[in-house]
Structures are given as structure tokens and as C-alpha cells.
């Protein structure tokens, strides 16, 4: 549970900058800091059960599903975890800055689908795309949000920045 806790404080990446409805010129960069602040598993294994004998697929379609062991304590495939964060503007932790949540759906081998929502003092912006939980960085596309984020378009990346924050890297285009 921790290293998936600290995996997921790697997703979180927010800050503040400006987005407008105007053709791209430069990105704006800007660094700010996370720190898990809780988690919540939706587990399904009895789903998974149920799934492998009563499901809508025919035989040669079950066929096609990896063959995969799931032993720990997972996640697993169709688990769904979400995450809340507390965000700052620098690596002493002093300042907030808001708040994010991530809603992550797995798949195999610890990788996810997240969906991440921050909350910040001008609106909330939204993100998306594929973590892989084994990694201590990621990736995210920027896909809008509201207030003086309406529209909001870019990438947010994250990396370790310690033993219990990340250094998220956000990149908002004009």
C-alpha cells in the first residue's frame, strides 16, 4: 500500500498559470509540489470471479485475456483507487497552493487509467492518461478546465522530489 501510495503521490501535478482560447505560442512552465494526503480502494475482486464464469464473451473471445497470476495485494485488474493530494508552491511544504484527486482504473501489472481533477484558487483543471505504478514519473495530457482554466491544454510531468513529496512539472500552452 505504500508504494502504491507513493506511486500515486508521483501522479498528482498541479499549479498555476494561464489559459486562454488564443492559438499556441510558448508553454507556460511552472513547478509546484504534491504530497498524498489519503486513499481509497474499490476492490473488485469478487467481480473478477463472478467474471470468469458467468461473462458476455464467447469462448474464443476468453481466449484473448492474458493469462495473468494475481497474487499480493494488488491492485488488480478493475480495481479502482482514488487519491487526494495536498499541492504547494515550493519543496519546504509551507505554502498550499489546493487540493487534487486522482480516480485511477487498473489494468494489469500495476499499470492505471487516471483521471486527475486539481483545485486551485483561479478553478479546477482536469487531466488524463495512462500511469504505470512500477515508474516514479509520469506523463499526463492536460484536458481543460474551469474559471480562468476554461479551455486549459498542455501536459503535466511528475518525478520523485524526496521521501514523501513529488516535483510535478506543469505546462499550460497559451
Known amino acids: 500500500m505504500a508504494a502504491v501510495l507513493s506511486a500515486a503521490a508521483a501522479i498528482c501535478a498541479a ?79 509551507k505554502k498550499g497552493n489546493g487540493t487534487a484527486s486522482y480516480t485511477c482504473f487498473f489494468n494489469y501489472a500495476r499499470r492505471a487509467l487516471c483521471q486527475a481533477y486539481y483545485e486551485l484558487r483561479g478553478g479546477t483543471l482536469t487531466a488524463a492518461g495512462p500511469v504505470d505504478f512500477n515508474d516514479t514519473g509520469f506523463t499526463l495530457v492536460i484536458t481543460g478546465g474551469t474559471k480562468k482554466y476554461i479551455a486549459a491544454r498542455g501536459q503535466v510531468s511528475s518525478a520523485q522530489a524526496g521521501p514523501k513529496a513529488q516535483r510535478v512539472n506543469f505546462q499550460l500552452l497559451d
Do not use: C
Open 15 to 93: 499549479g498555476t498559470a494561464t489559459a486562454s482560447g488564443t492559438a499556441a505560442t510558448a508553454p507556460h512552465a511552472l513547478t509546484i509540489f504534491t504530497v498524498a494526503s489519503g486513499v481509497q480502494f474499490i476492490n473488485t475482486g469478487d467481480d473478477r470471479a463472478r467474471g470468469v464464469k458467468n461473462n458476455p464473451f464467447d469462448e474464443t473471445t476468453n481466449k484473448l485475456r492474458p493469462n495473468v497470476s494475481e497474487t499480493g495485494n494488488g491492485p488488480f485488474a478493475g480495481d479502482v483507487a482514488v487519491f487526494g493530494f495536498d499541492l504547494y508552491t515550493s519543496r519546504a511544504l
